[in-house]
């Protein structure tokens, strides 16, 4: 186990019964150029510090949530459910 990860259901948890969904990034408008949709899909900011990301408890409550992470240290500060989520 590389970190801890508190669901907000479930509680703190090893990262190793979650599922990594990504950075938490605007989604375009569906008629947006193919272009945004690219950039969306597969361009990652990869930030040195927080970041704001999409988990998912697949060996516990199977919800998405989403975490703020600290990239070098893996420390967790915050995590919500996506409508109680700020920024």
Same mark, same amino acid.
């Given at each position: 186990?590389?970190?801890?990860?508190?669901c907000p259901?479930?509680?703190?948890?090893?990262v190793?019964?979650?599922?990594?969904g990504?950075?938490?990034?605007? $989604?375009p408008?569906?008629?947006?150029?193919r272009? =945004? !949709?690219?950039?969306? +899909?597969?361009? $990652?900011?990869?930030?040195t510090g927080?970041q704001? =990301? !999409?988990?998912?408890? +697949?060996?516990?409550?199977r919800?998405w949530f989403?975490?703020?992470?600290?990239?070098?240290?893996?420390r967790?500060?915050e995590t919500s459910w996506?409508?109680?989520?700020?920024?």
């Amino acid at each position: 186990m590389s970190f801890l990860l508190g669901c907000p259901n479930c509680g703190e948890r090893g990262v190793d019964e979650f599922r990594f969904g990504g950075e938490v990034t605007p $989604r375009p408008a569906p008629d947006a150029p193919r272009a =945004e !949709w690219t950039s969306y +899909s597969y361009m $990652r900011r990869n930030v040195t510090g927080d970041q704001r =990301e !999409w988990w998912y408890h +697949s060996f516990g409550c199977r919800r998405w949530f989403i975490a703020v992470r600290d990239t070098v240290t893996n420390r967790v500060s915050e995590t919500s459910w996506p409508e109680e989520a700020h920024g």
